[in-house]
């Protein structure tokens, strides 16, 4: 089993900026694909990030591409979502996820096996 643990959301104006982080317990944590999704109210949970196990590859959502980036550090068991350039189109509850499925990061919720319980991105215009 893994447990993942977010944090790092808050209330930020436009413009501003977050890093969310994503403490990993259990299992070795650099063996997993990780995601970055986020759902928004009355919304199906999205895709915003991904990076493989051993950071090498990179997947963004066109949404939040040139404004955020996803990295991990292995030794820390921990995984990071940096956010600039915040809109309020990205106010959602934000979650990080691993995946032992796939050895590049998907864009589908189904593809990975273990979920945060969330952390919330609240951006004012």
């Given at each position: 089993?893994?447990?993942?643990?977010?944090?790092?959301?808050?209330?930020?104006?436009?413009?501003?900026?977050?890093?969310?982080?994503?403490?990993?317990?259990?299992?070795?944590?650099?063996?997993?694909?990780?995601?970055?999704?986020?759902?928004?109210?009355?919304?199906?949970?999205?895709?915003?990030?991904?990076i493989t196990w051993n950071g090498v590859y990179t997947s963004y959502a066109d949404s939040?591409?040139?404004?955020?980036?996803?990295?991990?550090?292995?030794?820390?068991?921990?995984?990071?979502?940096?956010?600039?350039?915040?809109?309020?189109?990205?106010?959602?509850?934000?979650?990080?996820?691993?995946?032992?499925?796939?050895?590049?990061?998907?864009?589908?919720?189904?593809?990975?096996?273990?979920?945060?319980?969330?952390?919330?991105?609240?951006?004012?215009?």
């Amino acid at each position: 089993q893994v447990q993942l643990v977010e944090s790092g959301g808050g209330l930020v104006q436009a413009g501003g900026s977050l890093r969310l982080s994503c403490a990993a317990s259990g299992r070795t944590f650099s063996t997993y694909t990780m995601g970055w999704f986020r759902q928004a109210p009355g919304k199906e949970r999205e895709f915003v990030a991904g990076i493989t196990w051993n950071g090498v590859y990179t997947s963004y959502a066109d949404s939040v591409k040139g404004r955020f980036t996803i990295s991990r550090d292995n030794a820390k068991n921990t995984g990071y979502l940096q956010m600039s350039n915040l809109k309020p189109e990205d106010t959602a509850v934000y979650y990080c996820a691993l995946s032992s499925k796939s050895a590049l990061p998907t864009t589908s919720p189904n593809s990975y096996d273990y979920w945060g319980q969330g952390t919330q991105v609240t951006v004012s215009s």
